[in-house]
């Protein structure tokens, strides 16, 4: 008999099942500190993974879109406003956050 390169399906409720991805307690909170304008600023971060993207944002580091589906990161400042004032980044933007200048355009 052949050998079966088609995967079989797992039984419901087995090991592998995974918990609901739009549970607030699934992802993992950290803390992370700095950016260029201020050093000693304290952040919340959490990854979300593409599964979980199901709406579009707008990344604040490079102003790009952040289509549904697409992993990114969620953060916000421990400081003011909290886990209201969230901003969702695209992971690469929100890493290269501390060597990011601003350029301001003066009328």
Not at 34 to 56: C, L, M, N, Q
Not at 80 to 88: A, C, L, N, S, Y
Request: overall charge positive.
């Amino acid at each position: 008999m052949p050998r079966r390169n088609i995967p079989r399906r797992r039984e419901r409720g087995g090991s592998s099942a995974r918990p609901p991805l739009s549970h607030a307690g699934v992802f993992s909170t950290r803390i992370e500190r700095g950016d260029g304008f201020d050093p000693s600023a304290e952040y919340s971060v959490r990854d979300i993974p593409g599964a979980a993207a199901a709406k579009t944002y707008r990344c604040p580091g490079c102003d790009q879109i952040i289509p549904a589906g697409m992993p990114h990161v969620v953060a916000w400042r421990n400081m003011h406003g909290g886990e209201e004032d969230r901003r969702h980044w695209h992971k690469g933007c929100w890493n290269g956050r501390r060597t990011r200048t601003v350029t301001r355009r003066w009328s």
